[in-house]
Antibody
């Protein structure tokens, strides 16, 4: 069974750093890209970027280029989303998802709520 | 790349058929067949219900069907059930730079 299990909710202050995780299991990791999707408090979904676990090749949507870093540790089948300096506008739910069937996100993690507030 | 346009809300009665629209531009929906649809219940992650414009993943009810004409993609739900009440999002592959572009979502209410 394909599963993506994300780390728990975070509350941070502006300027702080954060790395959230996504533990992947149930299939051969290097068969699919993994993506991160942001859902804003207004429920807008935005594709942030994708990473290929085989060689860590990464592609970011223009809005998120330079704002976050996506990485993967193949040895523990875990993908990460990292911020070096959070802003209040980063408050959202973040989902990891497998980029699979027909260039769609076919399996999703349960989401990680990130709250950034002073 | 602008978000795809979806109506904010639609409603229907149990047993009815209802169609949700998703309008893009020639560079996304109009150009590619990689339109996907997602269902999201409150407090849950989105669930893929349609990929490549009209295909259903294993386990998704055949009450869900989809098509595309020009720059507009459509999702039809037949035999509406209470459990269908959810938010529905379309998504189109745009290009290798922008990756996926989502619609703003449609809230479906089953009366």
């Amino acid at each position: 069974e394909v599963q993506l299990v994300q780390s728990g909710a975070e509350v941070k202050k502006p300027g702080e750093s954060l790395k959230i995780s996504c533990k992947i299991s149930g299939y051969t990791l290097t068969r699919n890209w993994i993506g991160w999707v942001r859902q804003t408090p207004g429920k807008v979904l935005e594709c942030m970027g994708i990473i290929y676990p085989g060689d860590s090749d990464t592609s970011y949507s223009p809005s998120f280029q330079g704002q976050v870093t996506i990485s993967v540790d193949k040895s523990i089948s875990t993908a990460y989303l990292h911020w070096s300096s959070l802003k209040a506008s980063d408050t959202a739910i973040y989902y990891c998802a497998r980029f699979g069937l027909g260039s769609a996100f076919d399996y999703w993690g349960q989401g990680t709520l990130v709250t950034v507030s002073s | 790349q602008s978000a795809l346009t979806q109506p904010a809300s639609v409603s229907g009665s149990p047993g009815q058929s209802i169609t949700l629209s998703c309008t893009g531009v020639s560079g996304d929906v109009g150009r590619f067949d990689h339109v996907s649809w997602y269902q999201q219940h409150p407090g849950k992650a989105p669930k893929l219900i349609i990929f490549e414009g009209s295909k259903r993943p294993s386990g998704v009810s055949n009450r869900f069907s989809a098509s595309k004409s020009g720059i507009t993609a459509s999702l039809t739900i037949s035999g509406l059930q209470a459990e269908d009440e959810a938010d529905y999002y379309c998504c189109s592959y745009a290009d290798s730079i922008t990756l996926g572009v989502f619609g703003g979502g449609t809230k479906l209410t089953v009366l």
